[in-house]
């Protein structure tokens, strides 16, 4: 058995635990929105059509914001389709996802649905085929309270108050040669920096997130950054960062080791940011908006869209399963958005429904829970107050894509009202249990509330329809606190979260 020791101390905190850090996507994608969040004939259906089931287990996993309508989809998106009455709203051809889009939810249905869920809409304005006045529509007619062509369409739709939507994404992935409209960086960062400016002039309060790159080996990662942000910084408050190429290839140590790879995208997004600044002479920081993250199995035949003259309405798209390695890699890339929270103000686990999804459902059926749904649920439920930067000794192990990686990552939080701490521990060992000793004389006196690990003999055990609770986060017996220590044998391949408080 491996040791390893994590020192937590009230003195080192990072930042405030944000509640913008857990949020999730919902794209027009497969089945993410129809026969996913939407679906009028289930017996759960509400009079918009809203699946209650998913509207319950959106709510207990403790999603905060909901980023839409999407994702690629928005790029050749024209949201004036989505509203107005439903039986008059067209059909397009979604490009995107070669699908058709039936238009039957929209931005009114989206509004809706977010209010019920207990969720802060994020926006996503199309900057693919569309530009700055198309933006300013939608923004008008989100936040303009009446009075104005826009404002009183909405108003006529049903919705007499504004939403007031905080937070808008200036297109998506706009880097990627896949994207409809994809610029170069010079090109999106003028239009971004105009629609920014322009959309302020209507609200200043929003909160505006220009596109990073989509993932950080694109091979203009770094520069794309810079000049956007050359571009744009006056004008925005966060840049994207988007990260999927988590998945299991063969190598499970290293895909153990994905959140080493977050820390350093992170690091690398805030570094370019502060280096414009620095040139720039601006004096205010940029953000990290995560805003599309997860494992994700690409190569797998579900994720191919359709072809040729099939177009269908929601086919079978994305829909990995996942297994207790990808749930415990979900858990670890969690402890790393936690530990920059001083930098990483908003981010989305991509996406929320059937598609590379904790929840999946079955049309006009049965939903289930995905493995990646308990650690983002518990983290989500239990990361309060700030973030304490800890000090982590850990043996370390080789892996092929990321050189030494310690066994044991951790974080914890810690509310200075309920004197609560809690730890959030992940065991990256393939073969070796880690018996995990938690310094807590900086805290003396606590109790254990509890301690939960998610893990299981076969890690490639996946839940089903019909299986969704033989393996979930269990009560770690071997845990204990005792003279300002607490301690717990954390098994391989296993996520973990200890509860502690006063005693
Ligand atoms: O989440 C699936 C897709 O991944 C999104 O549409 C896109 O933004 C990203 O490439």
């Given at each position: 058995m491996l040791s390893a020791t994590v020192t937590v101390d009230p003195a080192f905190v990072v930042g405030p635990v944000r509640r913008r850090t857990f949020g999730s996507f919902v794209e027009h994608l497969g089945r993410c929105v129809y026969?996913?969040?939407?679906?009028?004939?289930?017996?759960?259906?509400?009079s918009d059509g809203f699946r209650g089931d998913v509207l319950e287990l959106t709510r207990e996993l403790g999603v905060s914001t909901v980023r839409y309508?999407?994702?690629?989809?928005?790029?050749?998106?024209?949201?004036?389709?989505?509203?107005?009455p439903a039986e008059q709203r067209p059909r397009r051809l979604d490009l995107a996802w070669h699908s058709t889009e039936?238009?039957?939810?929209g931005v009114d249905e989206f509004m809706r649905w977010a209010a019920r869920a207990g969720v802060e809409p994020m926006m996503a304005v199309n900057l693919?085929?569309?530009?700055v006045a198309e933006a300013l529509d939608l923004l008008e007619y989100c936040n303009v309270p009446g009075g104005t062509e826009m404002s009183e369409r909405r108003r006529a739709n049903?919705?007499?108050?504004?939403?007031?939507?905080t937070m808008w994404c200036l297109?998506?992935?706009?880097?990627?040669?896949?994207?409809?409209?994809h610029k170069t960086a010079h090109e999106y960062g003028r239009l971004a920096a105009e629609t920014a400016r322009a959309m302020r002039m209507v609200d200043p309060d929003v909160e505006l997130v220009v596109c990073g790159?989509?993932?950080?080996?694109?091979?203009t990662f770094g520069a794309w950054e810079h000049t956007v942000l050359t571009e744009a910084y006056e004008h925005v408050d966060h840049v994207s960062a988007h990260a999927?190429?988590?998945?299991?290839?063969?190598d499970l140590s290293s895909f153990l080791a994905s959140a080493v790879d977050m820390d350093r995208f992170i690091e690398s997004v805030a570094a370019t940011a502060d280096a414009v600044r620095a040139a720039g002479k601006h004096t205010k920081r940029i953000h990290v908006s995560f805003d599309e993250w997860n494992v994700w199995?690409?190569?797998?035949?579900?994720?191919r869209p359709p072809s040729g003259d099939d177009w269908p309405?929601?086919?079978?798209?994305?829909e990995d399963r996942y297994n207790v390695a990808d749930a415990v890699v979900v858990g670890n890339l969690l402890v790393s958005l936690l530990r920059h929270t001083d930098r990483v103000h908003a981010a989305s686990?991509?996406?929320?429904?059937?598609?590379?999804?904790?929840i999946m459902t079955e049309p006009g059926g049965r939903i289930w829970k995905q493995t990646i749904f308990h650690p983002f649920a518990l983290t989500s439920r239990f990361a309060r107050g700030e973030v304490l930067r800890v000090a982590v000794d850990s043996p370390v192990h080789d892996t092929a894509k990321f050189g030494d990686v310690a066994a044991l990552d951790a974080v914890a939080t810690h509310d200075a009202e309920t004197g609560d701490v809690v730890v959030f521990a992940t065991n990256?060992?393939?073969?070796d249990e880690v018996a995990l000793d938690v310094d807590l004389r900086g805290f003396p006196g606590m109790r254990l509330v509890e301690a939960l690990t998610l893990a299981n003999p076969d890690h490639t055990w996946s839940a089903t329809v019909d299986d969704d609770t033989s393996v979930v986060p269990r009560t770690n017996a071997s845990a204990k606190v005792a003279d300002d220590r607490a301690h717990a044998d954390l098994p391989p391949v296993s996520w973990s979260v200890m509860r502690l408080t006063r005693a």
């Open positions: 026969t996913g969040i939407h679906d009028p004939g289930h017996p759960t259906a509400d309508p999407g994702g690629n989809f928005v790029s050749g998106y024209r949201w004036e389709d989505g509203i107005g039936p238009n039957q939810v693919g085929t569309r530009g049903g919705a007499p108050e504004p939403y007031r939507v297109g998506n992935e706009m880097d990627g040669p896949w994207q409809i409209g790159s989509s993932n950080s080996r694109m091979p999927y190429y988590y998945e299991e290839d063969g199995y690409q190569q797998r035949a579900e994720s309405v929601a086919p079978v798209l994305l686990l991509a996406q929320l429904v059937n598609v590379i999804a904790p990256r060992s393939v073969t």
